[in-house]
């Protein structure tokens, strides 16, 4: 699928969550391709503060449109893991991850900012800061090996040049990616030079 197919669905899920009063956040490579440089990607990922009630209503509110697994929903809202749910009209899977029971996740839910993707349609995403976090989180994670992450992070730095460089330092000390935060910052062509250490 395209980025405007994955928007769309976006919109759709947005719209879901919102009814049921579950806050979310999209992140992956559809944000960083609204927020940073676009390329074409198949994938959307959603983070969700889900509880196991909340969790059954979304069961209730998709099973329609998507084909989505109770028992998997449960357990990862149990285990702070992740499902998927598959829009069975195009087949496109969806990744659904549980936000961690910890203050920067929670933080990063709040800085969550909101964009009208279709006339009247908001969605939220994450912050061009916190999404340049949790690229590199992703990026260490896979042992420094994913080229798409690190072009998504450069990106994203490049194309916000008003980011917040004193909370991005402070968020990536925080989160043990300072030094790949620095490389990345020196790719972009931006001068932290006045960042206090």
């Known amino acids: 699928m395209t980025n405007p197919d994955l928007l769309a669905l976006a919109v759709s899920l947005a719209r879901v969550f919102d009814e049921l009063g579950i806050p979310y956040v999209v992140g992956g490579s559809v944000a960083s391709g609204v927020l940073g440089e676009p390329r074409s990607t198949y994938d959307l990922d959603i983070m969700l503060e889900l509880s196991e009630s909340s969790g059954r209503m979304l069961v209730e509110a998709l099973a329609t449109d998507y084909y989505i697994d109770e028992l998997s929903v449960i357990d990862a809202v149990r285990r702070e893991s992740s499902f998927n749910v598959i829009h069975q009209a195009t087949a496109t899977k969806v990744d659904l991850f549980i936000r961690e029971n910890a203050a920067f996740a929670r933080l990063q839910m709040e800085r969550a900012i909101s964009l009208e993707i279709e006339p009247g349609k908001?969605?939220?995403?994450?912050?061009?800061?916190?999404?340049?976090?949790?690229?590199?989180?992703?990026?260490?994670?896979?042992?420094?090996?994913?080229?798409?992450?690190?072009?998504?992070?450069?990106?994203?730095?490049?194309?916000?040049?008003?980011?917040?460089l004193e909370?991005?330092?402070?968020?990536?000390?925080?989160?043990?990616?300072?030094?790949?935060?620095?490389?990345?910052?020196?790719?972009?062509?931006?001068?932290?030079?006045?960042?206090?250490?």
């Open 167 to 197: 909370y991005l330092t402070r968020a990536a000390r925080e989160r043990g990616v300072d030094a790949l935060l620095a490389l990345a910052l020196r790719e972009a062509g931006i001068d932290d030079s006045s960042i206090v250490p």
């Open 122 to 164: 908001l969605v939220r995403f994450y912050s061009p800061e916190d999404l340049v976090i949790r690229k590199l989180m992703w990026f260490q994670a896979g042992a420094g090996i994913s080229d798409r992450q690190w072009r998504d992070v450069v990106g994203l730095l490049k194309t916000n040049p008003s980011a917040d």
